[in-house]
C-alpha cells in the first residue's frame, strides 16, 4: 500500500468521523413556542410595532451559534421578505456572539462602532456567514421545524437593529434571537417584545439606559456620543417613541 493510498484512506476515515454541531438548545424556545411567540407580537399591529406592518422571520441560535429553531409569522414563507430568514439568524447569531453572561450588546447597538473611522470598522467582514447551511436544503422546508439550518452555526454579523441575546430568569445566557423582515427599528420592537414574553429577558447589564440592551438614538452630524448609536428608521410608523418606552412597556426580567 502506497503512502498516497494511505492519506487518502485516512482522509476519507476524517470525513466520515469529524464533529458535527449539535444542537443543544435546552431552556431555548423549540419551533412551536418561537412561531407562536413571533405571531403573537406581530398581531399586536402597527401602532404597537411600527414600522411597515410586515410579516417576519425569527430565529434562534444556542450559546454556540447553531441554530436551534426558524420560524416566519405569516401563513406561508412567500408572505414575508425571503431574504429576511437567513438575516434573522445572522441577527440571532450576532448578538449571542458579540454578548456576554455579564453585558448583553444588541445587534443595533453595534451600528456606530462599525463606521467608516469608528473602532468597529470592518466588524461585519470578520465573521461571514455559512453558505453552506444558509442556501442549502428544500426551501418548501424553510421556516418549518425541519428548516435545513436548523442544527448548523450559520455565522454572520450584522450591526442593525433585531437581534438580541437571550438570558433566563438566572441571568444565564443561553443563546440569541434575530428578527427581520421590516425597518430594522421595528424589527428590535417585535424582538425585545418576544423576548419579554418568552422570559428570556434576564439581561444583567447593557449600554443603554436602566442597565439594557435597547436601541440609542444618539446621532447626530455622524457621530454617536455614546458610542452605540442606531439611527431613527424611516418608512412606516416612527419607533423612536415605542423603543424609547419599550423598558416600562415591556421590562426587563430583574426589572420586573
Known amino acids: 500500500m502506497t503512502v498516497i493510498t494511505i492519506l487518502l484512506l485516512a482522509a476519507a476515515a476524517w470525513s466520515q468521523t469529524k464533529v458535527k454541531p449539535k444542537a443543544t438548545c435546552a431552556g431555548l424556545p423549540d419551533y412551536s413556542h418561537l412561531r407562536a411567540a413571533l405571531q403573537s407580537v406581530v398581531k399586536l399591529g402597527q401602532q404597537k410595532t411600527t414600522g411597515l406592518g410586515n410579516q417576519r422571520w425569527g430565529a434562534i441560535v444556542n450559546r454556540d451559534g447553531v441554530v436551534c429553531s426558524v420560524a416566519f409569522s405569516g401563513e406561508s414563507r412567500a408572505d414575508q421578505w425571503p431574504g429576511s430568514r437567513v438575516i434573522a439568524a445572522e441577527k440571532a447569531n450576532t448578538a449571542n456572539a458579540l454578548s456576554t453572561p455579564q453585558f448583553a450588546l444588541a445587534t443595533g447597538n453595534l451600528f456606530a462602532a462599525a463606521q467608516p473611522g469608528q473602532s468597529l470598522y470592518g466588524l461585519i467582514a470578520t465573521a461571514p456567514p455559512n453558505g453552506d447551511a444558509a442556501y442549502a436544503g428544500d426551501p418548501t422546508n424553510f421556516g418549518q421545524s425541519n428548516d435545513p439550518l436548523v442544527g448548523k452555526v450559520i455565522g454572520g454579523i450584522v450591526v442593525f437593529g433585531g ?89 426587563l426580567g430583574h426589572k420586573r
Open 163 to 251: 437581534g438580541l441575546a437571550l438570558y433566563d430568569s438566572a441571568r444565564q445566557l443561553l443563546g440569541g434571537l434575530g428578527v427581520s423582515g421590516d425597518t430594522a427599528c421595528s424589527d428590535h420592537v417585535v424582538a425585545w417584545k418576544m423576548r419579554h414574553a418568552l422570559n428570556l429577558d434576564g439581561v444583567p447589564a447593557g449600554v443603554a439606559p436602566n442597565a439594557s440592551d435597547n436601541l440609542i438614538f444618539d446621532i447626530q452630524n455622524g457621530t454617536s456620543a455614546s458610542g452605540y448609536g442606531h439611527p431613527p428608521c424611516k418608512g412606516g410608523i416612527a419607533s423612536d417613541e415605542v423603543i424609547k418606552k419599550l423598558p416600562e412597556s415591556d421590562p
